[in-house]
């Protein structure tokens, strides 16, 4: 069942400089929606327009069958329904946490416990803001967001300023939430870790256009271009004069061999280890392919042979 839909949507920024250029696009209730785009590409601008913090040039966004009106349509912007978390979140000063969540809450108690406690800040009640961790603000901010019992969760780079161990309690957080209380998400990360095992739809902006469109396997195992496949990790462009083909082919997707095969052979000139893999690097020819392997028996100036794997 649909709960969102965006129409020819435009957004003029300053005359004849679209930030967004018709862009087309649905959501399922429930699905996850991951975007993804270089900075400047209008990932924040489109994430506000959907919300109605941004008052969009020409187009139609509808909510869950409500037209989604800008701020030149209503005196609060915003959308009713739509929860959004911006990357530069603030909370209000000398406030107690409990005082902060409490004008916001369309909970119960008990819901409301249940919500802190899923958020992890239970703990965090009687603190002030200038008390707590960056991890501790936006678990706040997060849960003040859903004890509005939204439909649409939005998150803009909800894990950029995380460390490692803090993102992924927020991952967590935010999987179990959206999965207890029936929320539709919509995110945006540079990191490809963020999305591709999270996303049931990527939906790829350069300057402000839609690019490509698709599952998370689609979007990494075909990208329409170098653009898109870098934006998701590391990729080889293969030399048509060498390869005799110029598809773009990922690390993991090439074996090397010991069997050199004709024109495919080559010497190892780097070898990284990166934890649970190494990164090869093989020079065919004028070409350096990334090759990701688990053997760690390869070492620098090796001859070896290259299969792929697609």
């Known amino acids: ?10 957004y003029e920024k300053l005359i004849g400089n679209f930030s967004l250029e018709n862009i087309n696009f649905t ?12 900075t400047g590409s209008g990932k924040s601008t489109l994430l506000k327009t959907i919300t109605g913090l941004i008052q969009p040039t020409s187009g139609t966004i509808l909510f869950d069958g409500e037209k989604v009106m800008g701020p030149d349509w209503q005196l609060v912007a915003g959308q009713k329904g739509i929860a959004y978390l911006s990357q530069h979140f603030e909370l209000r000063n000398n406030y107690r946490m409990e005082e902060l969540l409490m004008y916001a809450n369309q909970f119960t108690q008990q819901e409301a416990d249940e919500l802190y406690r899923l958020c992890r800040i239970g703990h965090l009640m009687q603190r002030n803001s200038y008390e707590l961790s960056g991890g501790e603000k936006q678990r706040i901010a997060l849960a003040r967001l859903l ?14 300023n995380l460390d490692l161990i803090h993102r992924n309690i927020l991952k967590e957080i935010v999987e179990n939430i959206c999965t207890k ?4 998400s919509f995110i945006t990360s540079h990191e490809p870790a963020d999305v591709l095992p999270w996303a049931d739809k990527i939906i790829v902006l350069k300057n402000g256009k839609v690019v490509q469109e698709g599952t998370a396997v689609e979007i990494y195992k075909n990208p329409f271009n170098e653009y898109v496949a ?4 590391n990729y080889n462009l293969l030399d048509k004069n060498i390869f005799l083909s110029d598809k773009i082919i ?13 024109d495919f052979c080559g010497i190892i000139s780097s070898v990284k280890f990166m934890g649970n893999y190494f990164e090869v690097e093989i020079e065919i020819k004028q070409q350096k392919l990334k090759v990701q392997t688990a053997n760690s028996d390869i070492k620098v100036g090796d001859i070896m042979g290259v299969v792929f794997q697609k």
Request: net charge negative.
């Open 1 to 10: 069942m649909q709960l969102l839909s965006v129409s020819n949507l435009y």
């Open 27 to 38: 959501q399922q209730k429930f699905e996850k929606i991951a975007l993804i785009g270089e």
């Open 181 to 184: 209380y029936e929320i539709s």
């Open 147 to 160: 004890i509005t019992k939204p439909k649409l969760l939005i998150l803009d780079e909800p894990y950029s």
């Open 230 to 233: 870098g934006l998701l990790g």
């Open 250 to 262: 990922r690390p993991e997707d090439i074996e090397l061999v010991k069997e050199c095969q004709g």
